[in-house]
């Protein structure tokens, strides 16, 4: 077949992949926007003023609609302006969405091969460790100084997260219930060496340790919180994209993610693929700790992972486990952070309405058919295919 009849052939199967995206594209959008459907129905019911106006609703119907819609519009505008409305609600965005998409790629990477990581925050935690030690201890000249205390965060997260993949590949150990387990060692662990000398801080009897050297943190945006960490979080994605879809490895893995007995069939090495997916999954959460301990809270405490690694999942979700929805996806939930504490000053709306809207997205990820039911998106959306990775 000459090249023109092969370029004419490629065209169906290319709008045929474009067609696909922009439905579980649109799945995505779907349930965000479900979930801020309920989140307004909460802010309604929260508010005694308003469910007032609900009691003679019947009487006077205009009284109730007015008050919920200004309770809701002043809510989400609270957020909307805490999250975009200007150049540091901005840069804060950013600084809560980086860590996240770094993390949520490697919970992505794993979906790939079939695997659920649910060690994203273990694996944060043990980098975060990693490089909070090497800052704190070593003093070594600038640049080098950071360059090391990140690889010490790779490693170490790579290293946590392959244990998780050695278990499933050599004895077949289920990794949802190994990377859960993980967690909890790793966060004892940060809690324990906390309390000793080598990590606690002279002089200070409650579980901090002594500052990261200046050397050893990522330069910031002066007058923000916004630091270099960003620019590590996209070249993250591009190599994670680069490796799906560009490399031997990313097709075995992927391969393995759609049949695993299949890709056994062909020849593949099923065990290494689940291997090299753990490793690395855990390396990119650990550059997340990287991060956080370098880039943000520069001292380690027992709470240096917050949730991170946990929401991580619910972006990997949202993101449909490809590199650009999972940085998209970490965007989104890096506004709804960062917008949270400001529609909670304005308007007095609790914080955990953002948590109750991250569940509820969640929610609406794990029922494609529901969410492509109720705004009539035809196709099979990539649920599928984080359903192949439970199951695997």
């Given amino acids: 077949m000459s090249a023109p009849a092969e370029s004419e052939a490629s065209k169906p199967a290319l709008r045929g992949h474009v067609a696909q995206w922009l439905r579980e594209a649109a799945v995505s959008l779907a349930a965000v926007a479900l979930a801020l459907l309920v989140g307004a129905v909460l802010i309604v019911v929260s508010d005694a003023d308003v469910l007032a106006t609900w009691g003679y609703f019947f009487a006077y119907p205009p009284d109730a609609l007015q008050a919920s819609w200004s309770a809701v519009a002043d809510a989400y505008g609270a957020l909307l302006r805490g999250s975009l409305g200007g150049w540091r609600p901005l840069t804060e965005t950013l600084v809560q969405a980086t860590p996240l998409i770094c993390a949520g790629l490697g919970v992505s990477l794993a979906f790939r091969a079939g695997l659920f990581n649910i060690g994203a925050q273990g694996q944060l935690i043990v980098g975060a460790l990693c490089a909070g030690w090497v800052g704190f201890t070593l003093h ?66 409650d579980p901090i340790s002594p500052v990261v050297d200046p050397t050893a943190r990522f330069a910031r945006v002066p007058g923000t919180d916004l630091h270099l960490g960003v620019v590590l979080a996209v070249l993250a994605a591009i190599v994670v994209w680069w490796v799906l879809t560009r490399s031997t490895t990313g097709f075995q893995l992927r391969a393995v993610g759609a049949n695993s007995e299949a890709a056994r069939t062909a020849g593949m090495s099923v065990e290494r693929a689940y291997t090299v997916a753990m490793l690395g999954a855990g390396a990119l959460a650990g550059l997340a700790g990287a991060q956080q ?27 449909r486990a490809s590199p650009a929805g999972t940085v ?42 529901l969410v492509r039911a109720l705004v009539r998106v035809r196709g099979q959306g990539a649920g599928s295919v984080l359903a192949k990775g439970w199951n695997a």
Avoid: C
């Fill in 328 to 369: 998209v996806a970490g965007l989104v939930f890096g506004a709804l952070k960062a917008g949270g504490l400001q529609m909670q000053i304005q308007t007095q709306t609790p914080l955990t309405l953002t948590t109750v809207l991250q569940a509820t997205i969640v929610l609406f990820i794990a029922a494609p058919a």
């Fill in 293 to 319: 301990v370098l880039g943000t809270a520069h001292p380690l405490t027992d709470g240096i992972a917050g949730d991170v690694g946990f929401d991580a999942i619910t972006v990997a979700l949202l993101g």
């Fill in 140 to 205: 070594l000249p600038p640049v080098v100084h950071l360059v090391v205390a990140i690889a010490a965060a790779v490693v170490g997260g790579a290293v946590w997260g392959g244990i998780a993949g050695v278990l499933k590949a050599r004895t077949g150990a289920h990794e949802v219930i190994v990377t859960i387990m993980l967690n909890y060692v790793g966060l004892y662990l940060l809690q324990w060496l906390l309390t000793t000398e080598p990590f606690q801080r002279p002089g200070r009897d």
